[in-house]
């Protein structure tokens, strides 16, 4: 059992292929453009940097990871691209952005709403005058539904084979996701499992949390490729 992404960052696109992060991109170059038209972009918790790889199209982007493995990786696909160490409530970069985004439901890592709010007055921190701030939250308590049965994924790569099998656990307001992995070659098959732990913030801890950044937010439905929604929010 690894701590989430340090064990399958050598994986993770693979994993993660089926997303349509180009479509991503253009959606949320889209919604950014209803705030601001300014060219620098902020992606915190950037992972292996897929979505700045489309965004870099249109913008001068850079990214804030916390996972050692995932900037490598990040920074052998984007070697132009600055990929800076740091926890989200914490960093501290020198330039100011036109947009910072956190998605893929990053935001739901933070464990209290006191790191939460932290977290929304560091991004606002780092934000341009007119800027925009982007975040996927992860579920509403509400949207927790107990009982499913376990999610299945199976991609079938070039050369390879990967399954995976994945099933949450809701403890208060904290779920717990164990992702068991098989992935097989030519080499043979190998085994990991990770644990993701995250929170579930209520809506008015959302609108709360904004507010005491000086930011003004809207959730945005249906957001990405999940119903979670996108929260949109600048200063007013």
Same mark, same amino acid.
């Not at 992404?5 to 949320?28: C, H, M, N, S």
């Not at 330039?95 to 790191?115: E, H, K, M, N």
């Given at each position: ?7 399958? *960052? ?22 950014? +453009? ?69 998605? &893929? ?17 560091? &991004?606002?921190?780092?934000? *341009? ?10 579920? &509403? ?13 199976? +991609? ?16 208060? +307001? ?57 929260? &949109?929010?600048?200063?007013?």
């Amino acid at each position: 059992m690894g701590d989430a992404y340090t064990v399958q *960052a050598e994986y993770y696109d693979r994993i993660y292929g089926f997303r349509p992060y180009r479509e991503e991109a253009r959606a949320l170059r889209a919604i950014a +453009r209803r705030g601001t038209t300014g060219r620098r972009w902020l992606d915190v918790g950037c992972g292996t940097g897929t979505h700045l790889r489309y965004l870099q199209r249109w913008y001068e982007v850079a990214g804030v990871e916390p996972s050692s493995a995932m900037r490598r990786v990040a920074r052998r696909k984007l070697p132009d691209v600055p990929i800076h160490a740091g926890r989200m409530q914490e960093f501290r970069l020198s330039q100011r952005f036109d947009v910072v985004s956190c998605l &893929f439901s990053a935001i739901g890592y933070l464990p209290t709403v006191t790191l939460l709010e932290r977290t929304l007055r560091n &991004f606002a921190r780092h934000l *341009a005058p007119s800027g925009v701030v982007l975040v996927e939250p992860w579920l &509403f308590p509400e949207q927790y539904r107990p009982g499913r049965l376990p999610a299945v994924l199976r +991609r079938d790569l070039p050369g390879a084979i990967l399954l995976r099998m994945n099933i949450v656990e809701r403890r208060g +307001r904290r779920t717990s996701m164990v992702m068991h992995h098989l992935y097989g070659d030519r080499r043979g098959v190998r085994y990991f499992a990770e644990r993701h732990e995250s929170t579930m913030f209520t809506r008015s801890e959302f609108a709360k949390a904004f507010r005491s950044a000086g930011l003004r937010a809207k959730l945005l439905r249906p957001g990405l490729s999940s119903k979670r929604g996108l929260y &949109f929010a600048q200063a007013p």
